[in-house]
Structures are given as C-alpha cells and as structure tokens.
C-alpha cells in the first residue's frame, strides 16, 4: 500500500498532537506502536484496512503483529481519534475527522472522501440536536467509481 501524504505536514502535526493529548488524558500510554499506528492512518487519504496500516507500520517495526494493529485501530476509532468506515469489502479506517462524507465503490470497494458544506445539512442536523448530543455524522454514498464504470463500459468486467 502507498499512502498518500497529507499535503500539509503542519495538519498531520496537528492531527499527532491531538492524538497524544487525547491518550494522555484518558490516562492511555503513547508507545511508539500506538504512535505509529495512528500516524500511518492519519497521514494517509487511501483509508487504509487494518491489513494495509499493518504492512506499512511492519517496515518500520518488525516486532509489530497484526492483532496489535487490529486492537489498536478499534481502541483508536473507540475514542474517536479515528474513523470507521464500512465497505463490503473490509474495514478501513481515516484519520480525518473533519466533517465530510465517503463514496464507496460498490464494485472495488475503493472509498473516496467528499467534503460538503454543512450550511446544506443544517436542517437534519438541527433535528438530530433536538434528539441529543451529536458528536459524529457518517454519511456515505454508494455506487460505482468512475474507473469501474469504465470497466464495465469497455466490457472489461463480468456482472
């Protein structure tokens, strides 16, 4: 997996220090594991599996497991450092909390971020205040990506 680095080092900074100061508080070490796990979603836009963080933080620790990966990723989006996001394909993961929905390819299972204004969900929003406290949206669209319909264009893929 390549991950795609953020074209700001000052937001993946800002991302790592929230981070460290949300783990400190809830009284959670920083290990380098921990550290490095997290940076790899943060820094990435390819919303990477449990299996992809695993390969790219193995290059850099070798005594790393895969079920440390997986524990590490369900503690990190339980204290909602990060994002699940479901495919029926696998989990993946993202580290970009700021508000926006995905698009997931039905096809691929490849997931693509779209940022909105949230002036235009300000209606269903003031309704979901009304119910309690909102602390996460997740909004996702499904369908094909344009390189799938492509394929299925040019005949490339079976149904």
């Known amino acids: ?5 953020l074209t700001s080092t ?4 800002q991302r790592l220090d929230f981070f460290e100061q949300e783990c400190r508080r809830r009284g959670l070490r920083v290990t380098e594991q921990r550290r490095e796990i997290f940076k790899t979603v943060a ?4 919303h990477p599996s449990a299996e992809d963080v695993f390969a790219v933080v193995r290059e850099k620790m070798s005594n790393v497991s895969l079920d440390t990966v997986y524990r590490t990723l369900a503690s990190l989006a339980d204290m909602e450092l990060i ?3 479901g495919t029926a394909y696998k989990e993946r993961f993202d580290g970009d909390l700021r508000p926006h929905a995905h698009f997931i390819c039905s096809d691929c299972g490849e997931v693509y971020d779209i940022f909105y204004n949230l002036d235009h969900m300000m209606l269903p929003l003031q309704e979901a205040f009304s119910c309690g406290d909102v602390r996460q949206i997740n909004l996702q669209y499904k369908g094909l990506c344009k390189q799938c319909q492509e394929k299925r264009k040019s005949g490339t893929v079976s149904f």
Do not use: I
């Open 1 to 5: 997996m390549t991950t795609a680095t």
């Open 43 to 46: 820094s990435s836009h390819s």
């Open 10 to 13: 000052k937001e993946l900074q």
């Open 83 to 85: 994002l699940r996001v």
